[in-house]
Nanobody, 126 residues
Framework: QVQLVESGGGLVQPGGSLRLSCVVS????????MGWFRQAPGKEREFVAA????????DYADSGKGRFTISRDNAKNTVYLQMKSLKPEDTAVYYC???????????????????WGQGTQVTVSS
């Protein structure tokens, strides 16, 4: 059974940084793409960033471009989301997701992802 476990969330002041991690049980290389999504209270889950199997291609939502960086370490079965210049509107539960199906381009839709973590809370507030 595949398990994704996120960590690294917390409370940070506006302008601060956080790095989220997602450890995948088993080999991460089996997944076509890995993604990060977020969900704020009262809002739908939204795409944040995704990375291809090899790590050679990344994609970001407009909200995170220039501020967020997704990366993966296949040897450690881990995906990261480095976030800087955080804003209060970045406050949400952040979820890691894994897409098994081969395909292109990297999917943005949550329904395309097969496995999900439990989420980690990120709160940006002074």
């Amino acid at each position: 059974q595949v398990q994704l476990v996120e960590s690294g969330g917390g409370l940070v002041q506006p302008g601060g940084s956080l790095r989220l991690s997602c450890v995948v049980s088993g080999t991460i290389f089996r997944f076509n793409a890995m993604g990060w999504f977020r969900q704020a209270p009262g809002k739908e889950r939204e795409f944040v960033a995704a990375i291809s199997r090899s790590g050679g291609t990344t994609d970001y939502a407009d909200s995170g471009k220039g501020r967020f960086t997704i990366s993966r370490d296949n040897a450690k079965n881990t995906v990261y989301l480095q976030m800087k210049s955080l804003k209060p509107e970045d406050t949400a539960v952040y979820y890691c997701a894994a897409d098994l199906a081969p395909g292109w381009p990297i999917p943005h839709a949550a329904y395309a992802y097969d496995y999900w973590g439990q989420g980690t809370q990120v709160t940006v507030s002074s």
